[in-house]
C-alpha cells in the first residue's frame, strides 16, 4: 500500500512539473503542447537556432510595451530589417506588438522583468517556428548607477528588455540622439547578445572581444560596443543619421554560425 502510495504522489509531482513547463499552443492555437522551458535558457544558447533554417524555418518577436511607452514605428521597421538582413529564415519573420498596463514599478531589476515575461508572453517556440519577447518598461533598469544608466539587457536566449523609459529620457533634444535612432541602436545591440555576439554563443573567428567588456566587440564603432547598452554611449550617437551597423569581425561570426 505505501508503495502504492508513493506511486501516486510522484505521478501527481510529474503532472504538476509537466503543467508548469508547458502551455497549449501559440495564441490562441490549442491544438501543440508547447515545452516553454526551451525559452528560458542562457543568453546567446539559441544562437544557431535564430540565425540558421536548419531547425526553424520562421520568426515571430513579441513585442510588448507598457501603455504610454510604444517604441517608434521606424524602430520596429529598422529591427525586422535587421532580423531579416541576419537571419536565414524563408518562412519569414513577424513582429506582434501589444501593450500592457503598467506594472506598477519604477524600477525593475532582471528578476522583475523575467515574472512580467512569464505573465504576459504568449508566444513560444513550435516545430519550426523560433519566438522572441522583446519588452519595453516604463521604468529604470536597477543597475543604474549615478549619471551611467542602463538602455537595455538581453537576459535568457530569446529575451531582451529595453528600458524604454529611459531611452524617451535619453532621446529628441538637442543634445540628444533621435528617439529612433537610439531605440534601433539598442534593439539592435540587445539581439546582438542573443544572436551569441560577442563570443556569447556564436563563435569568435577573429579575436575582437573587448577583454575589459567582455562578451562585447573591440571595435569602437560597432554595434556590440560596450557602450552602446548604456547611457555611455549616446554621445557618439547625436551627429549620427542611423544606427551603428555590426563591423565585419562580428559578420563573421554570425555567418559561421548559420546566420547571413
Known sequence: MKHKILIFFLLVIFQACTKDNSINGNSGDNNNSINIIA???ATGSSSNDLLSDKKFKSMVVESVYVE?????AASINNFKSFLEARTNKPKGITIEKRAIPSPGKTVYSIEDISTIEDANRTYYNTDDQIAVWAFFTDGKSDKDIDNTMVLGTAYRNTSFV???E?????SNSPFEPNRSLLETTVITHEFGHILGLTNLGAPLQSAHEDTEHPKHCNDQNCLMYWAV??????????????????DSQCIADLQANGGK
Not at 555611455?232 to 555590426?246: D, F, T
Open 68 to 72: 504610454g511607452f510604444e517604441p517608434t
Open 162 to 164: 529595453v528600458f524604454e
Open 229 to 246: 547598452e548604456s547611457s555611455a554611449g549616446i554621445a557618439n550617437l547625436v551627429n549620427m543619421s542611423s544606427a551603428p551597423q555590426l
Open 166 to 170: 529611459t531611452v524617451q529620457n535619453s
Open 39 to 41: 525559452n528560458k535558457q
